[in-house]
């Protein structure tokens, strides 16, 4: 007994077997004996777990006592009970509750119920149920037995005490710790009091207390208590089978405690101990090895693992047999090794052994089973063989649900294996719930500080971290974490462990501190409590290496990783997955390094290993698959990078299933690699599969939902798509700020990805907004030198080159350099890049030698990274190509496209898109050069290419034939090149969406054509088709909306919109000016248009000072030699040009052929264009034959650039048009603006501006020629056009509607004329706004009209009007301000103010010699115009002077057959016949006459007005016929070519009557006036000043009739008008005051005439000088009525002063004068100072000497002289003067009928006066007889007859 207490069961065994060996040999009956040794030696085989055998001796021993006893005994109870134990052992459960239930059966009715044997039989059958995790009927039936135990026994009893102790292992197995504590310790006090302190069962009870700690994870407290137990174990040598349990129970709290060492010290006593109780074959032996073995497996120490197993498995085969439970067992711990190595074969193998063993046991439920199942299926899990994996823990599930209880910890562990499994398969609700359950069923069982607590929590922190819900994750893991320190201590393993796990989650938010904390944690443990090649240590190292990976500190992380390599290819078998994982993480450094080649090689590594440990179908091939399709796409091997994905995806797809997250991944990286493809559809297709699937599998808001949603953005981006782009990235911004927070580095890629959107939307504050996001978060997280700094200051740099701002883009670009140097090295490609960009805007600085340096340093890279014979090196052939482009050095450029496009040929041959690309170039090239031919070839060999290769509707097609539309475009074929861009557009259409940018360009485009047909409204309208998407995918402030307001603005200019044009160019500036700084390139554009605008508004200095700002960016980045530079100079030219600025202009030209010639050479259309422009400068300048020559240049260049019909010809055509039309050559003028018509029509159709503007000039020259109806006639063509192109309110109309009214003004219809005038106003004040220069040209024309109706002062103010305008436009010195001098000047000559007209047209001279120099046909007009002043003020002399300078100008400038000449000699002729010098007159008048017919034919209206100066001439003379005949003549042209209803009709009428009244044909002359009178009041209304004038004359025509009170009231109507028209103090009002005066003298109304002449004087002296000529008729007047009145003193004194101002105003010659004297000759005849008289009219006689013998105004001189010899009784001198006054009027035919009759009335007043009655009776007799037979008198003879008599 003794022996068997101390487990010597096999000595005892022996001596019962030898015993019951003697009572067989002695060959007797089997008795009670028998059955006692049966039932021993059973009992010694149960404790050898030898259970068959042991129930084998029960059996016999209980047919013996069956025999004897019968079957109620207690004896056969007890066997019964012992059965029972033994097949509770066995886990025959319900066997040992059948034996334990006929156990209970026997002894309840043999003994009383509460005999505490039947208290033993409770707690055996509750011991069967506790094995079944059955705790509550356990307890319940613990507590029947305590119940029978506390009424039969002492509340003391040991086996009181026993009972609690049975409920405190319950509680333990159901977690109910501090319940089994309180048994525990009820238990301790009971044995306690009744046993000594160092009693084996208070031992127990102290062990019991440990396991309950130990299994609270309260390590030290277990450890404490095992100490106690072993303290009270040792001094017992009974106890030492005990003490070796405490020692391996020790061991495994240190175990668990990561504390190896000490827990391989621990097993070590426990395994010398069994060693000296049971010898080295005992099966409890095996067991240790078992302990020892499985913390050599914690330790890493796999091969002394299999070693310690390998003994253990041994030492049960010989112990136990081969099929004993315990050796499953150890097959099992084998198997845990090999799944540690990674040889997962091998370890299913050993699984399926232990399974087999199990499975030979009776029954297949058993709970041991579950367990082996539990094994195979983690093996499958790290095979990746998830579903096998899920089969075998449902199988183990199964059984455990089926032999256990619902909350056994067990089925806890299983559902916590399969929450594993679906985390890795990424079925995360699943995982969640299978956690959920474990969880649960744990806490139930523990408290929530219990170990197993701690890896619920860490397995659900995987959850969320694979879930992206990382701060849930911490949460997880920090619970783990806290729970782990207080039960494990410090330095646990586990602990490092979770202390990994949290660094993967801070690596996962880019919290790469924190994460490199973490595994610096992990590492110090692990360094503390592994051996130094333990593989944790290895994955501490790979861990640690993949943040450095992360951070981009390629450099560390190779470190790292090599490190990890180190130690996993120390272990025996370098074919471990992990080698593989290792290797793999070196290849994706090594990419990121750019060294392919050792990336390809250690992936090669890594593909090699995991398919000689997986196969070729576990996940971890997939993912060498897809690494090598990374580097695939890094070399640009697209095919084979889909090939790798391809089969990537198909192992996943067969080992995960379509629905894994794992296969999203592979969807999203397929997109991404047909995104690089340029395939966008297929890519968006394959990332929407993808975020089907994680939305299917992960949580909304997991970080792999944010990935996907983010390369969707990417792709959107790539489309166009800007807003769904933005839209997918604030997705992934939400999401990833929910999982990581804001300071992650996945949040500074969104802000950065969002910025890249905004930086191509042009949203450029908000690109930097997110960028400068972004890199807050990058420096916060990342390094310094980190490149993904470096990417976002290289993102940086670019938006500030698109602004323009390009000093801070080169900076961004030198940091991220300098980054990436320290990085990568000089050697990498993402090096190359950053010199390209600086290159690039070096380039957009124009500073090309520092841009080709860093084009060439990026050459260089890639050179050596891809060699000569590589597509990156053609690529940087192309950008060093486009580089001489944009510098026009085109022979460079198109070298460099060669060479790029050798190495395609190399590399593609000749069908390939990049080939095409190439071609693309060359055109470009060609196209920019003008050599439109080359162009064309080479991009139809592009279109020809892309035909085979790609399909009809692929965008790159799309591309070529927009490239071919521009070089159409450029050829001025607009119907091919709208053909080419519609072409476009249906593919692009047909490509993308209808909102793409590249759809957006196209109608732009096809916009720009249609401006230049002209078709503005579908221009507009196309511009707006592309505006409206670009508001749709680009923000309201991008540099594209910007360029398409600018396109709108120029149509709008061209429509005359100039408000509307200067809105868009506003917008224009505006956003351009929000996105670039202020000397950014695309600024120079708006400034142009800017002043293209301000130019057409005549806001020259304005319109200067944007071209200035536009020339100022151009030359910093440019420099000066640029054609750009041309163009510009181009625009300001035509401003200096409408400034008058000659010179300057000249000087521009001169610049802009100097760069033509230097960029272009000499035959470009370029040159054609400047010479144009000289040209036009020399036609301003009146230098007709140099325009014409540069005209010619210009011609012979087109026509070697273009063919015939190129609408370049148009201009120059329309130009020498121009010229020939200044030099009067109306038919060649014709016949070039015919030639300019025919090509617009070719070109443009009939519905163009350019053909309006033909139609316009053509009616020009047929105005200047006559054809007033053909005038009109080809402007009603061109406003048709107009009005439909350009609606009824722009420019070009309204400068139709004034040259149509110019036409009416000429033809005398001034109300249409007004009308037509006005409106142009209206046009103009619409779009240029009141204070346009354009509006002073119209005021003019206003002005002018007003001034033919006599409205001076409303001429006056529109005049002053333009001339406030023009001085305020263009300064005071622009010969439009010259015109309106001239203008005023004209008005003031009419209203008689000479000096004011001679001031203004000196002003106006002044201008045109400052501005046009002293030969030009202006200053020849203004000389003119002087000449006429002179004249009226009689300064003949200086007046002929003008003429004449104005002679000479015209003869050198317009040759001797301009019509403007005719106007000179026309001058001078009226001067001559204002003289009296009638032939020199007439001699100019017929050389005047001579040119306007050789120039408009014999019926110009020009003529007429010539006839009717001669008619004025012969009327001077008394032609009267010839007069008549004269006017006549001008009568009918008039008639013939204005109508009968113009103002020169009504011209002639008064001249025709003005004869008729002469001759004394009164009627006649009154029926002309009426007539004259009819078309004035029809024509001019009835307040005009000429229709005063004609109620003046017929006045006259009354008064001459001695119709006094008709003439009067004809006198009065011309006063009230002249009162409203011209005011009250205009002297015209003041003649018709003495007009009136006159009638009234005739009718003696003496105080009438007195009032009327006061009146007349007061109006003279009110608005003029004391010297003003009108005047004298006034002082006349009264002068009269004192003569009248015998004042002759007074009336002296009134010719004196009348005298003073004619001698101060007239020179001494002048006729007036002469008339003045004559009337001094009256006063001293009226005085009888006749010798006083006579000096006078010497004096007169000699002022006549300058006119003709026969003037009209020396025959009253003659009569007066007639009158002194008379008063001195001189008769015979009074007869020959009266007879020269005869001869002389005869003669000359002037008046002859009233001055006859004046004669005789005078000499009949002699004779009164000498009161010879009968004398005056007879000679008023003979005046009476006159008067009726005045007609009959046709010659001197008979005139002096009756004189005579």
């Given at each position: ?13 022996f001596?019962h077997n ?19 040794s049966?039932?021993?030696?059973a ?9 068959d ?6 059996e ?7 025999s ?7 004896f056969?109870?007890?066997?019964y009970n ?21 156990s209970l059966r ?12 039947v ?19 356990a ?23 026993i009972?609690?102790s049975?409920m ?29 302190d ?25 450890i ?7 303290i009270?174990?040792?001094p ?6 005990y ?19 000490n827990?391989?010290?621990?097993y070590?006593?426990?395994?010398k101990?069994?060693?000296s ?12 090895y078992?302990?020892?073995?499985t ?21 049960k085969?010989?112990?136990l047999?081969?099929q004993y439970?315990?050796?499953?067992d ?16 091998a ?17 297949d ?24 994996a ?19 910890p ?12 679906y ?28 170990p197993?607590?701690?890896?619920i929590?860490s397995?659900?922190?995987?959850v ?35 202390y ?7 690596k996962?938010?880019?919290k ?24 944790s ?15 981009d ?20 078998d ?40 997986h196969g070729d179908n ?24 889909v090939?790798?994905l ?5 192992i ?7 629905n ?38 992960l ?18 981006h790539?489309?166009?798509?800007y ?42 504050d ?9 890199i807050?978060?990058?420096f ?5 030198n ?26 961004m ?19 190359a ?8 805007a ?36 192309d950008n ?25 040929l190399?590399?593609y ?23 439109y031919?080359?162009?064309?070839s ?17 965008p ?25 861009y ?6 692009d259409?047909?490509s993308?969406?209808?909102?793409h940018p ?26 707006e ?8 995918t ?34 224009s ?14 600024l120079t ?16 200095e304005?319109?200067i ?16 030699i ?8 181009n ?19 001169e610049?802009?052929?100097k ?7 000499d ?12 040209g036009?400068?020399?036609?301003a300048q ?40 200044y ?7 014709i ?10 029509l ?25 054809k ?31 040259n ?15 009308c037509?005038?006005?409106k142009?106003?209206?046009?103009r ?21 007003y001034?033919?109706?006599g ?5 006056v ?21 010259a ?37 030009h ?8 115009n ?45 001067i001559y016949g204002?003289?009296g010098k ?7 008048f ?13 019926d ?9 100066n ?24 008039y ?8 103002p020169?009709?009504a011209?002639?009428y ?20 009426q ?6 009041l ?30 009067i ?5 011309s ?19 003495n ?27 009110s ?18 009525v ?27 010659n002048?006729l ?33 000497s300058?006119?003709?013998d026969?003037h ?37 035919y ?56």
């Amino acid at each position: 007994e003794v022996k068997k207490l101390e487990g010597d069961s096999i000595g005892t065994l022996f001596h019962h077997n030898k015993s019951i060996e003697i009572k067989l040999k002695m060959d007797r009956n089997e008795g009670l004996d028998d059955s006692d040794s049966y039932f021993n030696t059973a009992n010694i085989y149960h404790d050898q777990g030898k259970y068959d055998r042991a129930i084998y001796m029960y059996e016999k021993s209980l047919k013996i006592k069956l025999s004897v006893y019968g079957n109620n005994h207690p004896f056969i109870a007890t066997i019964y009970n012992k059965m029972g134990i033994v097949y509770n052992h066995q886990c025959k459960y319900n066997t040992a509750i059948s034996m334990h239930e006929k156990s209970l059966r026997i002894q309840l009715s043999t003994l009383y119920d509460n005999h505490p044997t039947v208290a033993d039989t409770y707690d055996n059958m509750a011991d069967v149920y506790c094995a079944q995790a059955m705790y509550d009927i356990a307890i319940s039936i613990y507590n029947m037995s305590l119940k029978i135990k506390l009424s039969a026994l002492t509340a003391d009893h040991l086996s009181i005490s026993i009972s609690y102790s049975k409920m405190g292992i319950v509680y333990i197995h159901q977690g109910k710790h501090d319940d089994a504590l309180c048994m525990f310790k009820t238990s301790l006090r009971i044995q306690m009091s009744v046993l000594d302190d160092n009693h084996p069962h208070i031992a127990s009870v102290y062990h019991n207390i440990g396991a309950v700690y130990h299994r609270q994870g309260k390590y030290f407290k277990a450890i404490c208590m095992y100490e106690k137990s072993l303290i009270n174990n040792l001094p017992m040598f009974s106890n030492r089978r005990y003490i070796t349990t405490t020692y391996s129970n020790m061991g495994t709290a240190y175990s668990n405690q990561g504390k190896y060492d000490n827990a391989i010290y621990m097993y070590e006593k426990s395994l010398k101990l069994q060693l000296s109780i049971h010898g080295d074959n005992h099966h409890s032996i095996a067991t240790t090895y078992d302990n020892i073995g499985t913390v050599y497996n914690y330790q890493g120490r796999y091969d002394d693992a299999i070693c310690m197993y390998e003994k253990s498995l041994k030492i049960k085969f010989s112990s136990l047999g081969d099929q004993y439970s315990s050796i499953a067992d150890t097959y099992s711990y084998i198997g845990a090794v090999y799944t540690n190595q990674g040889k997962y074969d091998a370890a299913v193998s050993m699984y399926k052994k232990s399974l087999k063993i199990k499975l030979s046991r009776p029954g297949d439920n058993y709970p041991s089973f579950a367990i082996i199942y539990c094994n195979i299926g983690s093996v499958y899990e790290m095979q990746g063989k998830y579903d096998s994996a899920i089969v075998m823990y449902e199988k183990s599930l199964k059984i455990e649900l089926s032999t256990l209880a619902n909350g056994h910890p067990r089925i806890a562990a299983t559902y916590n294996n399969m929450g594993n499994v679906y985390c890795i398969q990424g079925k995360y609700d699943n995982a969640a719930c299978m956690l959920e359950k474990s969880l649960k069923i744990q806490l139930s069982r523990f408290d929530d500080n219990h170990p197993s607590i701690a890896t619920i929590y860490s397995n659900m922190g995987q959850v969320y971290d694979n879930q992206g819900k990382y701060d849930d994750a911490v949460c997880m893991f920090e619970k783990s974490l806290k729970i782990q320190l207080s039960t494990l201590g410090d330095n646990h393993p586990i602990i490092a462990d979770t202390y990994k796990k949290l660094g993967n989650v801070y690596k996962n938010q880019g919290k790469y501190d924190n994460a490199v904390c973490m595994y610096k944690k992990s590492l110090k443990i692990e360094m503390l409590t592994l051996d130094d090649s333990h593989p944790s240590i290895a994955s501490t190292y790979e861990n640690l290496g993949t943040v450095y990976y992360h951070q981009d500190m390629y450099d560390d992380a190779v470190s790292l990783f090599k490190k990890s390599l180190e130690i996993r290819l120390s272990r025996p078998d370098d074919n471990n997955s992990c080698i593989a994982t290792t290797y793999n993480n070196l290849g994706l450094v090594y990419g990121e390094q750019g060294k392919f080649e050792n990336a390809v090689c250690m992936y090669e590594k890594s593909f090699k290993i995991t398919l000689s440990v997986h196969g070729d179908n576990h996940p971890n091939i997939a993912a060498t698959y897809n690494n090598r399709a990374i580097i695939y796409k890094y070399l640009g091997n697209y095919d084979q990078a889909v090939c790798m994905l391809r089969k990537s995806l198909k192992i996943l797809l067969s080992s995960i299933g379509f629905n894994h997250p794992n296969i999203a991944t592979m969807y999203k990286n397929m997109g991404l690699l047909y995104d690089s493809q340029g395939k966008h559809d297929i890519a968006v297709c394959l990332f929407e599969k993808s975020l089907k699937i994680e939305l299917l599998t992960l949580d909304d808001n997991h970080p792999n939902t944010a990935k996907t949603y983010s390369y969707m953005g990417k792709v959107y981006h790539h489309q166009g798509k800007y807003d769904d782009a933005v839209c997918m990235y604030e997705k992934t911004l939400k999401i990833q700020l929910s999982t990581f927070g804001h300071n992650h580095p996945n949040v500074a890629t969104t802000y950065s990805n969002m910025g890249n959107v905004y930086r191509h939307q042009g949203k450029y504050d908000d690109a930097l907004c997110m960028y400068e996001k972004s890199i807050k978060i990058e420096f916060s997280t990342l390094s310094n030198n980190h490149p993904s700094i470096a990417t976002t200051y290289c993102e940086m740099g670019l938006v500030k080159q698109h602004q323009g701002r390009h000093d801070d883009a080169i900076y961004m670009y030198k940091k991220s350099l300098k980054i990436r140097l320290s990085t990568f090295g000089v050697n990498h490609p993402c090096v190359a890049t950053i010199y390209n960009n600086i290159g690039v805007a070096y380039v957009d600085q124009g500073k090309y030698d520092s841009a080709i340096c860093m084009l060439e340093k990026s050459f260089k890279i890639r050179l050596s990274i891809f060699g000569k014979n590589d597509l990156n090196i053609a690529n940087t052939y192309d950008n060093m190509g486009s580089l001489y482009m944009y510098q026009d050095n085109y022979d460079d450029a198109i070298f460099m496209f060669k060479k790029s496009l050798e190495i395609k040929l190399s590399i593609y041959g000749d069908i390939h898109p990049s080939i095409s690309t190439s071609y693309a170039n060359m055109g470009s090239v060609f196209d920019a050069q003008g050599k439109y031919g080359d162009a064309l070839s080479m991009h139809q060999k592009s279109l020809k290419i892309k035909l085979l290769t790609l399909s009809d509707n692929h965008p790159d097609v799309a591309i070529t034939y927009y490239n071919i539309g521009l070089v159409y475009y450029n050829l001025g074929k607009y119907d091919k090149a709208l053909s080419m861009y519609e072409k476009s557009l249906a593919i692009d259409l047909s490509s993308f969406r209808n909102n793409h940018p590249s759809i957006a360009n196209t109608y732009n485009n096809i916009g720009a054509v249609y401006h230049y047909q002209g078709k503005y409204d579908e221009a507009m309208h196309m511009y707006e088709k592309s505006l409206k998407i670009k508001l749709l995918t680009v923000d309201n402030n991008h540099p594209l909306l910007a360029n398409t307001y600018s396109n709108m603005g120029t149509v709008y200019n061209v429509q005359g919109k100039y408000n509307d044009a200067i809105f868009m160019y506003k917008k224009s500036l505006k956003i351009k000016l929000l996105t670039f700084d202020g000397n950014h390139f695309s600024l120079t554009s708006i400034y142009n248009n800017m002043g293209t605008i301000y130019f057409h508004q005549g806001r020259y200095e304005d319109a200067i000072c944007m071209l200035k700002k536009s020339l100022k960016i151009k030359l910093s980045v440019l420099g000066e030699i640029h054609q750009s530079i041309a163009d510009l100079y181009n625009n300001i030219e035509h401003i200096y040009f409408n400034q008058a600025r000659f010179d300057d202009v000249m000087y521009i030209n001169e610049k802009m052929l100097k760069i033509y010639l230097s960029t272009l050479g000499d035959n470009h259309p370029g040159i054609a264009i400047t010479y144009n422009n000289m040209g036009s400068a020399y036609i301003a300048q009146g230098k007709y034959v140099e325009a014409l020559c540069m005209f010619e240049k210009s011609l012979k260049i087109q026509l070697s650039t273009f063919d015939d019909n190129h609408f370049s010809f148009t201009d120059t055509f329309n130009q020498m048009g121009a010229v020939y039309y200044y030099q009067s050559k109306y038919d060649d003028a014709i016949c070039m603006y015919q030639k300019s018509l025919k090509i617009a029509l070719a070109t443009f159709g009939f519905n163009h501006p350019t053909i309006a503007t033909m139609y316009n000039n053509i009616g020009l020259v047929y105005s200047y020629q006559g054809k007033y109806d053909d005038a009109v006639c080809m402007y009603e063509k061109s406003l048709k056009i107009q009005l439909s192109i350009l609606g009824d309110n722009h420019s070009d109309i309204d400068i139709v509607y004034n040259n149509i009214a110019c036409i009416y003004e000429v033809q005398g219809k001034y109300s249409k004329a007004r009308c037509l005038f006005e409106k142009s106003l209206k046009i103009r004040s619409l779009i240029f706004g009141d204070n346009h220069f354009s509006l002073a040209g119209t005021y003019n024309n206003i002005g002018s009209i007003y001034q033919h109706q006599g409205k001076y002062d409303d001429a006056v103010c529109m005049y002053e009007k333009s001339l406030k305008i023009n001085l305020s436009a263009l300064g005071d010195n622009h010969p439009d301000i010259a015109t309106t001098y001239n203008n005023l000047g004209i008005i003031y000559r009419e209203q008689g103010k000479y000096d004011d007209a001679v001031c203004m047209y000196e002003k106006s001279l002044k201008i045109n010699l400052s501005a046009l120099g002293d030969n030009h046909p202006n200053i020849a007009t203004m000389y003119n115009n002087m000449g006429l002043v002179y004249s009226d003020q009689g300064k003949y002399g200086d007046a002929i002077c003008m003429c004449q300078k104005s002679l000479k100008i015209q003869l050198s400038t317009l040759g001797d057959n301009h019509f403007s000449l005719a106007n000179t000699y026309n001058n001078m002729a009226t001067i001559y016949g204002a003289q009296g010098k009638y032939n020199n007159a007439l001699r100019l008048f017929k050389k005047s006459l001579k040119i306007k017919l050789s120039t408009f034919g014999d019926d110009h209206v020009s003529l007429a007005d010539t006839y009717n100066n001669v008619g004025s001439i012969y009327n001077s003379q008394g032609k009267y016929d010839g007069a008549i005949c004269m006017h006549k003549k001008s009568l009918r042209i008039y008639l013939t070519t204005l109508g009968d209803n113009h103002p020169r009709i009504a011209t002639s009428y008064n001249n025709i009557g003005s004869i008729f009244c002469a001759q004394g044909r009164y009627d006649d002359a009154i029926c002309m006036y009426q007539k004259s009178l009819k078309i004035l009041l029809s024509t001019l209304g009835d307040n005009h000043p000429h229709v005063a004038i004609a109620y003046g004359n017929i006045g006259i025509a009354y008064s001459s009739q001695g119709k006094f009170d008709d003439a009067i009231c004809m006198y009065e109507k011309s006063l009230k008008i002249k009162l409203s028209t011209l005011g009250g103090n205009h002297q015209s009002t003041a003649t018709t005051y003495n007009r009136i005066r006159l009638a009234y003298g005739k009718q003696g109304k003496h105080k009438n005439v007195v009032c009327t002449y006061k009146k007349s004087l007061k109006i003279n002296f009110s608005p003029l000088d004391d010297y003003y000529i009108s005047f004298t008729a006034t002082f006349n007047n009264i002068r009269l009525v004192y003569d009248n009145r015998d004042k002759y003193n007074n009336a002296d004194c009134m010719y004196e002063k009348s005298l003073n101002i004619k001698f101060s105003t007239r020179d001494g010659n002048h006729l007036g004068i002469a008339n003045m004297i004559s009337r001094f000759v009256n006063v001293y005849c009226h005085q009888k100072k006749y010798n006083d008289a006579a000096c006078m009219y010497d004096k007169i006689l000699n002022l006549f000497s300058a006119f003709d013998d026969n003037h009209h105004s020396i025959r009253p001189m003659y009569s007066n002289m007639g009158v002194i010899c008379y008063y001195q009784g001189n008769y015979n001198s009074t007869t020959s003067s009266y007879e020269r006054a005869v001869t002389i009027l005869v003669n000359a035919y002037v008046q002859a009928y009233s001055n006859l009759t004046k004669i005789y009335r005078n000499i009949a007043s002699c004779y009164d006066t000498l009161n010879r009655n009968d004398d005056a009776t007879s000679i008023l007799g003979i005046s009476n007889n006159t008067h009726s037979s005045i007609q009959e008198v046709d010659t001197v003879n008979q005139i002096s007859t009756n004189l005579s008599y």
